[in-house]
């Protein structure tokens, strides 16, 4: 997808949602979907590459009216920040390096969803299920490169 045909997407994906579309919605749309499971320094570090003036407060502001709209998803595996996603409304789980926190999706293991049956529903409706998958990435799991002694 070229930057124009992502800019009319994000365009037309706020006003589907009766969100006004502004410059510091878009430039958090693009920041997210270029860097997937951004947490949201990058996610404002990146916003301010293209518009400087936009404040710290007013991405916040703009994650949480986007999730709650249902535009992004905010996961937040045990003892990490907060991160956000494009991809949102197909109940995928995530895989989450233990040593370097690298976080990447997996898909529902088994059907729509929630794609997991509780064992006990307690009276609840379920409709999702989130499951965090844990150990260690390529990189974080392969051994040292040893160098030979002088």
Not at 17 to 45: G, I
Not at 72 to 93: F, K, M, W
Not at 100 to 128: M, Q, T, W, Y
């Amino acid at each position: 997808m070229t930057l124009m045909q992502s800019k009319a997407a994000h365009q037309e994906h706020l006003r589907a949602v009766s969100l006004r579309v502004t410059k510091p919605r878009l430039a958090v749309l693009d920041a997210v979907a270029e860097n997937p499971h951004a947490d949201t320094e990058t996610v404002y570090r990146t916003v301010r590459d293209t518009l400087p003036v936009v404040s710290r407060q007013a991405v916040y502001d703009v994650l949480a009216a986007l999730t709650t709209s249902g535009l992004l998803r905010r996961i937040q595996p045990s003892g990490s920040v907060a991160r956000y996603e494009t991809r949102v409304g197909d109940n995928h789980h995530h895989v989450v390096c233990r040593s370097c926190g690298v976080i990447a999706d997996v898909d529902c293991a088994v059907g729509e969803a929630p794609c997991l049956d509780a064992s006990e529903s307690h009276g609840f409706s379920i409709d999702e299920a989130e499951v965090v998958y844990w150990g260690l990435c390529p990189r974080c799991s392969a051994p040292p490169i040893s160098r030979p002694r002088s």
